[in-house]
């Protein structure tokens, strides 16, 4: 109880940081070193010998530590920088692996160079320095130079204008502090001057890696964390006030034309947005964020570019998924998002492993995990574990070097873990309740077919995340293994004589004559239909019985006709099959029981039988098809009928690829339909509980995970561990293991020097975005060179230079533009061939 309350207080606490209206959200952002120096170089127009933010320079001058690397104490920011010296090693490391490597792929910084050289460090001939620095120079010069008439000064604001104004528009320049302060230092443009100090009144305790994100955007990253945390179930009232006002605000700018400055952030925003706002059920659509898929310079400058588009492009990638039969251009979008995620993915491999640092490398994983893995396949409780151990951190990926960090917060990370915590503490209480009712019941003693009790109770548990008080996840679970013993006692081991009889007991729903292996499976079904009977008025004041046993009455019907069929060798025609087959896969018997064991309430009577709905109907035949698709060899050597098979027999002339493509056009057809009314409040199933169409979607989730790519169901040991992961297995040991992952990835030794700011976990930052070199505290700063083709430039050039004096070296007013041009991609092969349909399965929803 005690730990309740704390938990409790805990929730309302974050509520409080996260939701009311006084609530920081860029207090969530962490402090950028190097964007706070560069902010902190911002000379006072009134007095140019002084700040115009002396708490910044403050801030770089006091959170400098005694080993020179800088990170934020206030906030317990658990990560640091990458430091110069495991660059320096790497150079080395380079050097020695010259004729393997080579040096065409590693950018000279110009400081580590020059840090190498007082080490004694020979990475780089003198002369390869000397080159590298006069073809900087050189471009700079040749730049400045085509304007000969114009003063020194004009040249200069010409090429900054450039930069703001040129590649990527303004938008870039105002999300980049640093890029922001260089503009108002060099242009003195009164604009950026305002922009900082609007901006910064947010920002109390230092610069983050970025701003412009208006609050919209930081609420919709605090819901896609919280859900993705495995916490959305304590915030829902908040998220849905918050989900309530961002579709309020797509409404009104639907109508206007899509931005195409700044588009990569934009790409990025509107894709979340839309994702966000479509799976907590608002109607939108994917127009907003597949303006460019139609665009043929559009998409050729993100194939070119590729590398700054791989944020945005992940984020259109998880859209595509959630994309309805109508949403051609969405799933064009998912296809082109694919082909630049496998580009970047190979890009990022075909590095030297030195030479990826620890966000680069999450990045990598991330891109991978989205790519390998189905959505529909994924069980969110896993999810939940993946995100948490990754460190619970909420990554925002724009720019080819803009790794940034943001909504990193120990409280809600220690939420996270208490919360699943008290899942597996719960799930392994209830698992081991029902395998004691599978031995009582003798479910689990019958001598012959599957015992999976624990696969169906881990599909119940890892598919949802039903309330932890709920008899929902238990009473289906007790559904799906009474299913898996009385179908498998209908396929191999009754005769037709003691089937025949338990179908008509089942039909009279009288028992009293059975015996044997048929008495076992009637008691059990009697004493299941009876218990969720006597629950189930206790919260809606209606009874259940009848339509639980009518439903349960249609199943065994439909066992008895495969039998039937099976063993007198008939073939049925696709019609015939597919009627019967997606009533004895008996998944409506599963989510009829969870549905109706939930906390919500329903008055609509058409609701109360699940038969009738067309969410229903999708679901039974999305799932047989599924089903079939990955049986298929074992049902034809047992003589069953299967619709592949049954395909082939029509057409016999057609070839096993053809039949699969048949089915997979059917699946994903229904499927879609499937999400459109899961995620749709005007729709067919508008009057359905949200709860409902929920737990609809997560069965679809859990066959799609049970037969994905093979049978994993009848597998005796693929899932077991996932199933360890979910229930039993702590999340500190998987952590440890990830923490020493992470340790070989950045190459350091046991004598290497690493800060920890918390003892469960380290993080470290890619150099491009950090000011993270060793040396003595620094008096003041100055930098150069702030690339305009990436938010956070990547290039920077720092020098000691004793304070007060902020002004800028000459070599800062010198910029360059740099571009990658990588090979073209196409898109993937056309869609499966169209193919006929019987009548039944062209049955569509509007």
Sequence with gaps: MEQSLGFAKMIERMKEELFSPSANLFALLPVSAYETAWVAMVPDPDDPTSPMFPKYLDWILSSQNALGFWFDEQHGLRFLQDNMEKELMNMRKREEDSDKVGHAHFRRWFLMAELAKAKGLKVFSAQQINNEFFYEFKLNEKKLKSEEDEDIITKEILVMRDIAFGNYGSTLVLQSPSVT?????????????????????????????????????????????????????????????????????????????????????????????????????????????????????????????????????????????????????????????????????????????????????????????????????????????????????????????????ILQNNDLLQLAIDNFMMRQSTYTKEIQELRRWSKNTGLSMMGFGREKTTYCYFAMASSSCLPLDTYSRKEATKCAILITVADDFFDEKGSMHELSILADAVQRWEGESLTSHSKVIFTALDNLVQDISLKFPKRHGHGVKKILQNTWKEIFKSWLKEAEWSRSSHYPSIDQYIENATTSIAVD????????????????????????????????????????????????????????????????????????AFVRTILEKRKKELLQMAMSRDSATSQMPREWKDLHLSFLKVFQMFFNSMNAFDSPNMLLDSINKAIYEPLGREMEKKQEEKKRIEGRSSSSTIVSLDHRQTFVRPLPEALSFVGPPLEALTSTRPSPNVVAPPDHHFRLSPPPDHRLTPLLRRTTALSVTPPDHHLRPSPLPDHRLTPLLRQTTT
């Design 181 to 405: 302060a260089c503009a108002y230092m060099i242009t003195g443009d009164h604009t950026y001057k305002s922009y900082l100090q609007h901006f910064l009144t947010n920002c109390q305790h230092g610069v983050p890696p970025m701003f412009s994100m208006d609050k919209d955007f930081m609420k919709l990253s605090v819901v896609d964390h919280l859900e993705r945390l495995g916490c959305a179930e304590h915030f829902s009232i908040e998220i849905k006030h918050v989900m309530d006002h961002l579709y309020g605000k797509w409404i009104e700018e639907e109508s206007e034309v899509p931005k195409k400055v700044g588009h990569v952030f934009q790409i990025y925003n509107d894709s979340l947005a839309f994702r966000l706002l479509r799976m907590h059920g608002y109607q939108v659509s994917p127009r907003r964020i597949c303006w460019f898929i139609d665009d043929e310079k559009m998409l050729s400058h993100m194939k070119d570019n590729y590398a700054f588009f791989l944020g945005p492009m992940l984020s259109i990638y998880k859209a595509s998924h959630i994309a309805f039969l109508e949403d051609q251009d969405l799933d064009k979008a998912g296809v082109f998002s694919w082909h630049i995620l496998q580009k970047g993915l190979k890009s990022i491999k075909s590095q030297n492993e030195t030479n990826i640092s620890y966000s680069l490398k999450k990045f990598e994983l991330e891109i991978e995990h989205e790519l390998e893995h189905k959505w529909l396949a994924r069980m969110d409780h896993l999810e939940h574990r993946l995100y948490i151990e990754g460190g619970g951190i909420y990554n925002f990926w724009v720019g080819k070097n803009a790794p940034y960090r």
């Design 589 to 660: 018997m599963i989510i009829l029981t969870a549905c109706y064991l939930t906390n919500s309430k329903v008055d609509a009577e058409e609701f109360w039988s699940f038969n009738n709905t067309m969410i229903t109907k999708s679901l039974m035949i999305s799932c047989r098809l599924l089903n079939d698709l990955e049986s298929y060899e074992k049902e034809a050597k047992a003589g069953k009928p299967n619709i592949v098979l049954l395909y082939l027999k029509e057409n016999p002339k057609a070839k096993i690829d053809d039949a699969i």
